[in-house]
């Protein structure tokens, strides 16, 4: 079988053989134009046209039209959600929650997972040329929020003809989106599970991203943004935005357990700036993999819009108004161990949905893994999550 | 008065007039210079000659030199402890701590204070000029650890004729240098007061150090760290990594207290990638100011010497042994939302000095300072050290 990108999975460099594989899921690949007589209306005001959004699908819609799964990526994720990688041949990002007999069954569900607005991996981002001068739009992109991704996949949601979603999805940036989804668009989702996320970027969390911008805007390479059209890449910024990020998706414990002091192919210190230690070694070669699937620009403007996001600014201040005579039901979860998006978050959000009478399930699940335990085999999350999507899928007359 | 560069103090641009400053405290600036025949004999197997060691003292050393207290600065302090800084003109940083009627008061001990070997404030490093190439060492300077801070230190002490001190004190890796006092030279210490520390860097803290030094090589004008041969300075890597590092000295809770999602002059977001946020302004401000006082190479080779200390290892895996028959009083400080050296790294201290029956003070403030919290107003603190400072003092037959 092919990827979306026509290219025969799991034969990249970094994937040295099938075997280390998930048996592939039968998944499509597609592309949706909005031309522009169909602009994107943006919350700065700007409009985006035309606009394309790529997105994979897996399962099949029933005829009701009543099982349609959203699933939202995070930060550095994509809509190879539970297929192999293009550009790295790894497998999909969430394979252990997305594919046959999983909390999220591709027998049972038909499962839409899209390439965010501002992203570059097929949906119209910085990378992508700017109708009017033909040259990449750079800085010349808007600046996107939350909301903006948010309303574009309601579009894609429209051209597919389905009315309302069974649910949406997403851990992290995600999540976030999943929250909007339930605040943009209430009558279109019969139920949401945010992950590992908060209703407002923190102070901290603003305070990692601009290390990663200025990181990025720092490298020469960057030319204002403007590196495609020199042939530059700032892929060393680049990395150090990713080496900083990466920090934080693990907890300090994960990092103590997995890595330690131990060092790194020596016995030694060698007492110089090589990566002796294993933590160094290990944060280098996430940096110098990250800048071969993503794009500089791309993580200026998703960094920004987590930033912005603010759903209790956007609705004047008590978060419970924002979810004010909900129907949809919602699972919160988070992980102990997250100090990206501590448990506080949750209980945040808990609070305003249960201050507004809605139907919600909170669970904070035992890990030391940090925020990515999201990504991670968490089998007290998968059962979780198995639980409240059965009980769903029931209220919603989905046979299982 | 004049400060250790001859110039008057508290009239730089960035301090508009005394009135801001604490009451000068008279200190004396100097430098002891150590010869070829001297040599440093540092633990890579190196030797470092001639060298000069840049330092402050304050108050006067009785006559049975049994007064005399060394402070210990940590990555980006200097021997500017209680007087202004010739470079930026304000207060020194920690003139809460040493002065007249502070905890470390100036009228009762001799104080001390030396740039660390590897720093770039008088002491000789990567700055400095390699004396067989007639040009600045840059990564020619060898690699240096806690402990041949500490040997270098132990040379001025005994080139100011003091055979032992009354106390070594200091916060973050001046409590590491405390720790490897009483490990090098436990008959010459009567006191260590570490605080805020640990006795072995933490994977966490590791991966934040390489951060910032993968931002400082990847900015081109860093030149391989030859960038004062060619007149260039980077700035931009090294406030990078600044930026990155302030966020792990504040804790979570601080961040949001402090700046939460303030906007920086402004009513509404921009879209755009400004300093929209109070907290990415004041990031940019410590990135940017930083760079006019430190080195980028001292900050590679500095963050360098954190890495590899490791007391537990030194001492072949018990760290208790490291400790074994010291007669050095200790006074462990720890702060509750310290999440760099978080209050488990001073219990493992204090474990390991129980162990060896060692006279210990263990005590975790309760602060939502973060890891600064050790260089700010803490009552708590101060209480502390004035009961261990005294109590000590008389144990050492010192007059109150």
Not at 139 to 165: G, S
Not at 216 to 231: E, F, K, L, S
Request: charged share 20%; aromatic share 10%; hydrophobic share 40%.
């Amino acid at each position: 079988m092919v990827d979306a990108n026509g290219e025969t999975p799991g034969r990249s460099a970094e994937s040295p053989g099938e075997s280390l594989l998930e048996p592939e899921l039968e998944s499509r690949a597609a592309s949706a134009v909005f031309d522009h007589d169909q602009p994107l209306k943006l919350g700065s005001g700007a409009t985006l046209a035309p606009y394309q959004i790529a997105y994979q699908t897996y399962g099949a819609l029933n005829e009701a039209k009543s099982n349609a799964v959203l699933v939202c990526h995070a930060l550095t994720g994509d809509q190879h959600v539970a297929n192999a990688h293009p550009i790295t041949g790894k497998n999909g990002w969430w394979t252990t929650m997305v594919g046959p007999g999983r909390p999220i069954d591709t027998n049972r569900f038909f499962v839409i997972c899209s390439n965010v607005i501002g992203g570059c991996m097929g949906t119209t981002g910085p990378e992508s040329i700017h109708p009017e001068t033909g040259l990449p739009y750079g800085l010349n992109f808007p600046v996107i929020t939350i909301r903006d991704m948010v309303k574009a996949q309601a579009n894609l949601i429209d051209r597919l003809e389905i009315d309302d979603l069974f649910c949406v999805i997403g851990g992290s940036m995600g999540g976030m989106q999943a929250l909007q989804w339930a605040v943009s668009y209430p009558d279109r989702i019969f139920s949401a599970i945010p992950i590992a996320t908060a209703a407002r970027h923190s102070s901290q969390n603003i305070a990692f991203n601009e290390v990663g911008r200025q990181a990025i805007m720092a490298d020469r390479d960057w030319h204002g943004g403007n590196y495609q059209r020199v042939n530059a890449r700032p892929n060393k910024g680049l990395a150090v935005a990713r080496m900083a990020a990466h920090i934080t998706y693990l907890s300090e414990k994960a990092l103590q357990v997995k890595f330690g002091r131990n060092l790194q192919d020596r016995d030694q210190i060698t007492y110089g700036f090589e990566a002796d230690f294993q933590i160094e070694s290990y944060l280098r070669h996430q940096g110098f993999t990250f800048v071969d699937r993503f794009d500089a620009n791309s993580y200026l403007y998703i960094t920004r819009a987590m930033d912005y996001f603010d759903l209790e600014a956007d609705c004047g201040g008590a978060l419970s108004s924002a979810f004010k005579n909900t129907k949809t039901r919602f699972c919160i979860v988070s992980f102990t161990s997250d100090w990206l998006f501590p448990t506080s978050e949750a209980r945040h959000i808990v609070h305003a949905l249960n201050a507004a009478a809605a139907n919600v399930s909170f669970v904070e699940i035992n890990s030391d893994k940090g925020h990515d335990a999201f990504l991670l085999d968490e089998p007290e999350m998968f059962s979780t999550l198995r639980g409240f999507i059965n009980s769903a899928a029931q209220a919603r007359g989905l046979n299982s």
